[in-house]
């Protein structure tokens, strides 16, 4: 080979080791940068799925339920609302055009909130979902006890008005009757003052049930007083096909005013006898909610429409036919002078409950 041709065969050779080396040192630095941003990709996929389970763990701790929508469908629901989907809510919330509302749903009230997604995820829609059953039912309560509040005023303040001309007109008869009348006449008077004395008794009647009530407090157990209870009235009950289920599940003392609880229990227990008629079911609890003591009385009834339901409380509100309204009227009254609250659940045609909140303590 002629020398010239070895020279530039050797040249090429220096070359290609010089490339080779180049390229071996360069795959050297690519692999080690490979290994680099493999490292700092496996962090930050470490660090977004921990930002993940982060804002998994917020949503699921939220009070309120957060429910994704895809064209309709949930793509995602924190565990708020999983619980709520099961009772078929997410249902009624594909409401095209509006972007709040409220739904019941049984004795659950929801209210609920749209909005829709924008930038890259068109078509999606995040709603919450919050949970007002507790905050309706104070709500109602509040209503119920500023309208009795004014009521009772100013069935006092009628019941005094009339009181007044009622005393004087009793003592002028009492005078005429004095004087010489005859039969017919005397009877006539008599016939007045007796409806005189009955207005100024039922006039006496409404001041004392619109006043507030004195306790007399003791402590005793609440599970007591209703077996005793159910003892006395056992006679009513026996003479009907009622069966009477009765569960003492909490049986520690509270202090309360065993005589008006014992009221409150007979005018509750009556109530459901006549909503089951002559066959029928009637269920009593005690047990413990929070710092209360809880008194539960169920029937399988005929049950309440909403509207009468809301109006039970009220003084002279009665469905029955001899009924005067002041039963749950008196109820309540005691009930919110032991510092406790009564509430009815009720639709038409599917029986009633009404629950008494007691104080188990008294400070």
């Known amino acids: 080979m002629p020398v010239p041709d070895v020279k530039l065969l050797e040249n090429a050779f220096n070359e290609f080791s010089r490339a080779s080396d180049s390229i071996i040192s360069y795959y050297g630095m690519l692999e080690s940068r490979i290994r680099q941003l493999t490292k700092e990709v496996e962090t930050k996929n470490a660090e977004l799925e921990r930002a993940g389970e982060y804002l998994n763990n917020i949503l699921n701790s939220l009070p309120v339920g957060v429910v994704v929508l895809d064209k309709r469908s949930v793509a995602f629901q924190n565990r708020n609302a999983a619980k709520l989907t099961a009772g078929g809510i997410v249902s009624h919330l594909n409401v095209d055009g509006e972007k709040t509302g409220e739904i019941k749903n049984g004795k659950e009230c929801f209210r609920w909130r749209k909005e829709r997604l924008t930038n890259g995820f068109e078509g999606k829609e995040v709603i919450v979902i919050e949970d007002v059953t507790e905050v309706e039912k104070m709500k109602e309560r509040s209503e119920r006890d500023e309208r009795l509040r004014a009521m009772g005023e100013m069935a006092a303040r009628i019941a005094h008005e009339i009181k007044n001309p009622l005393g004087s007109m009793e003592l002028f008869l009492s005078m005429i009757q004095e004087g010489?009348?005859?039969?017919?006449?005397?009877?006539?008077?008599?016939?007045?003052?007796?409806?005189?004395?009955?207005?100024?008794?039922?006039?006496?009647?409404?001041?004392?049930?619109?006043?507030?009530?004195?306790?007399?407090?003791?402590?005793?157990?609440?599970?007591?007083?209703?077996?005793?209870?159910?003892?006395?009235?056992?006679?009513?009950?026996?003479?009907?096909?009622?069966?009477?289920?009765?569960?003492?599940?909490?049986?520690?003392?509270?202090?309360?005013?065993?005589?008006?609880?014992?009221?409150?229990?007979?005018?509750?227990?009556?109530?459901?006898?006549?909503?089951?008629?002559?066959?029928?079911?009637?269920?009593?609890?005690?047990?413990?909610?929070?710092?209360?003591?809880?008194?539960?009385?169920?029937?399988?009834?005929?049950g309440m429409p909403e509207d009468v339901r809301r109006n039970?409380?009220?003084?002279?509100?009665?469905?029955?036919?001899?009924?005067?309204?002041?039963?749950?009227?008196?109820?309540?009254?005691?009930?919110?002078?032991?510092?406790?609250?009564?509430?009815?659940?009720?639709?038409?045609?599917?029986?009633?409950?009404?629950?008494?909140?007691?104080?188990?303590?008294?400070?």
């Open 180 to 302: 010489r009348l005859r039969a017919k006449e005397k009877k006539y008077v008599d016939y007045v003052l007796f409806g005189l004395k009955t207005i100024d008794r039922i006039i006496n009647n409404i001041l004392s049930y619109t006043r507030p009530k004195t306790l007399v407090l003791k402590e005793e157990k609440l599970f007591q007083i209703v077996s005793d209870t159910l003892d006395f009235m056992s006679v009513s009950i026996m003479g009907r096909e009622i069966e009477v289920e009765f569960n003492a599940a909490y049986q520690e003392p509270s202090l309360f005013d065993p005589d008006l609880i014992k009221l409150v229990i007979m005018n509750l227990i009556s109530n459901a006898i006549d909503a089951v008629g002559e066959k029928g079911t009637i269920r009593i609890e005690v047990k413990e909610e929070g710092g209360y003591a809880l008194l539960v009385v169920s029937d399988n009834g005929v």
């Open 312 to 363: 039970i409380f009220n003084p002279f509100f009665t469905m029955k036919d001899k009924g005067v309204g002041l039963g749950l009227f008196i109820v309540y009254n005691i009930v919110q002078a032991h510092g406790g609250f009564i509430e009815a659940e009720s639709a038409a045609g599917s029986g009633s409950s009404f629950f008494m909140y007691i104080p188990k303590d008294r400070q």
